[in-house]
């Protein structure tokens, strides 16, 4: 049997192992994980999702173990230095606070060398007790050469060939890791974008012929990029000085080209393949040429990301809604007075936050918009800033911003972005106060995501495989005003859940459209739909709160996201807590 979560009722998945050594699992591989801000081994979305999805298999007694690097390092943190110029410092953390060190050791061979690697393991409990391990890889062990002990230090440092033995480790190095603490029965190996990749390979090594069928009945692989450029890519000139030739021959046979995409690995060798979102899967199945592919659109875990005055409230109301989001319909009938004075205490806390950390003292009652997450230049955090004499015609005195993110080290286009967006600060600041908050961790995305009233989102279509930050709003009644991309496609009703930005996905004239009109879009909105319904009828806002909640955060959620793997990729009847 897969999965009894009637029995698993607090217990955790070693007990039941024990127990039961037929017992199968689905182990989940990820580069990143996010589970809380202490544990800094997460850059963005990618990783968040990958906790979240743990947390609700957890919270629901899905059988699921968690695979991912240690990072020692952690993602960096954010300061800017007088030219408000990105600067990274290590973001040191203490893995034996959180995470318990076990004692088993296995190894890869990296250029010649046995690189050994060990594991720490965190017990994530879920509401109903029953807890699933995730699992923490570590080469910085004293027996291995100085450089490879580094190969756990940094998520996303490092070149190609850092990347690729880190990607080792993770692939081959986690599934010898997990058959040594015992892990037999896995039926499913479920790859969180192409990283993890060489599990497949590793998988062929332990069935001992070459059996590509085989392997890929036991994988699952959920592709998050919808652009060709942002694949990882390792030509075998490049295998060849890491890897041994028996692995190298076997991995030429798997992908005879002149190199591997990781991308192309996890497409040819699982038995399931999936997109973030109903858009990402239909422009992953042209970019790819592969008519299969499904989709599978992500959610966030409702107790991680909602605010404890709206817990409360929600709890009040909707008894039971924390294990069964589905029930947030019923949020439709909350009292507006209630909601609003939840709400007004979020965003009382992200303000007190801000004057402390900036000295900017922002207004409880202005219409507050916000932008937090990945500086990447493709979601175009400046967009709003198209023309800067038209955004304080329309919104000078009756609207403030917070921003923030990181960019990643190597990404000065980012790191320009971000320049660009705190020296336009300084000149609008008199009329439209606005701050770009420094170092941006899940903590601090909790107190922005609840805090706002409004968050703005505007990709580059269709670069937004899904996003999740606008999904977290939801279940705290903030509103989301985004370009229809993503999940946005999927949960937008206009006036009714919130407002888009440019055309929809149904307008004729897609592909001939100018992207640069979106700004216009984004002004002409803001100025006949946003601010007068938030200055002149509360009301109407107050029902759109409630819109949110009951209509995106009852499905926008990563109970819904496991219980949908569970039967259309795990193969599992999902019966829930
Ligand atoms: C949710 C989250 C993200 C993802 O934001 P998107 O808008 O989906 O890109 C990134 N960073 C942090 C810290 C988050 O909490």
Known sequence: ??????????????????????????????????????IPTYAGGLGILAGDILKSAADLGVPMIGTTLLYRKGYFEQEFNKEKWQIEKPALWQPEQELTLLPNKVSVAIKNRDVHIRTWVYELSGLSGYSIPIYFLDTDIE????EDRQLSWYLYGGDNLYRLCQEIVLGVGGLRMLRDLGYNNIETFHLNEGHAGFLTLELMREMGYYDPEKVREHV?????????AGHDFFKYDLIEKIMSSDALATLKRMIPSEGVSMTELGLRYSRFVNGVSKKHAEVSRKLFSAPTIQSVTNGIHPTTWVSPGMRKLLSRHIPGWENDPARLIQALSLPSEDLWAVHQASKMRLF????????????????????AR?????????????????????????IQLVFSGKAHPKDDGGKALIQ??????????????????????MELGRLITQGVDVWLNTPLRPREASGTSGMKC?????????????????????DVTGWAIGPT????????????????????????????????????????MKNAIAMNGSYFHTHRVVAEYCEKAYGVKFRGI
Request: negative net charge; hydrophobic residues 35%; without cysteine.
């Open 505 to 544: 996905p149904s307008d004729t004239d897609l592909h001939s459209y100018d992207e640069s009109k979106d700004a216009l879009d984004l002004y002409e909105k803001l100025e006949k739909k946003i601010i007068p319904a938030y200055y002149n009828d509360k009301g109407h806002w107050h029902t759109m």
């Open 374 to 398: 990945r500086a990447a230049t493709y979601k175009r955090a400046d967009l709003i800033f198209s023309n800067l004499k038209k955004l304080i015609e329309i919104g000078g005195g009756k």
């Open 1 to 38: 049997m897969l999965f009894h979560p009637q029995s698993s009722l607090g217990r955790s998945l070693q007990d039941l192992l024990e127990q039961d050594p037929s017992f199968r699992t689905v182990a989940y591989f990820s580069m990143e994980v996010g589970i809380k801000t202490s």
């Open 352 to 371: 007190a936050y801000i004057l402390e950390e900036t000295g900017v003292p922002l207004q409880s009652d202005v219409l507050t918009i916000g932008f």
């Open 420 to 441: 660009k967006i705190i020296n336009t600060s300084d000149k609008i600041k008199d009329s439209i106060p606005m701050v770009y908050l420094e170092n941006q961790t």
């Open 220 to 228: 699952v692989f959920t592709t998050h990029t919808p652009v060709a």
């Open 474 to 494: 939801t279940i705290n009644g903030v509103m989301n005003f985004s370009v229809l991309d993503g999940w946005w496609i999927e949960g937008w009703i206009e």
């Open 143 to 146: 027996s291995n050469h100085p």
